[in-house]
């Protein structure tokens, strides 16, 4: 069983930037994707960035040139660099680890916990 633990949430003034991190522990296959997703109480939870394990990634627009995503393989870690913070930036951001297991092929996906991102105005 994978687990994901997230760090770095806090609040920041707007303007302000915040890096948060995903450690995995447990092997992930290979060809998985990392991201993170975020969720404002009483609407739905949704994609902000998301990198493959090749690098290739993919963002929400309204974090487009605003938030960088990164990882490291030989550390199962992802990162997000979240620069120029908006007060409606404020959530709760969960780190995602998705893919197929090596040997049934069967989907799986995992979430962390959750970390507080607050962006005062």
């Known amino acids: 069983q994978v687990q994901l633990v997230e760090s770095g949430g806090g609040l920041v003034q707007a303007g302000g930037s915040l890096k948060l991190s995903c450690a995995a522990s447990?092997?992930?296959?290979?060809?998985?994707?990392m991201g993170w997703y975020r969720q404002v109480p009483g609407l739905q939870r949704e994609l902000v960035a998301v990198?493959?394990?090749?690098?290739?990634?993919n963002y929400a627009d309204f974090v487009k040139g605003r938030f960088t995503i990164a990882r490291d393989n030989a550390k199962n870690t992802v990162y997000l660099q979240m620069n120029n913070l908006k007060p409606e930036d404020t959530a709760v951001y969960y780190c995602?680890?998705?893919?197929?297991?090596?040997?049934?092929?069967?989907?799986?996906?995992?979430w962390g916990q959750g970390t507080q991102v607050t962006v005062s105005s």
């Open positions: 995602n680890a998705a893919g197929r297991d090596e040997v049934w092929r069967q989907p799986y996906t995992y």
């Open positions: 447990g092997r992930l296959s290979s060809g998985n994707a």
């Open positions: 990198i493959s394990s090749a690098g290739t990634t």
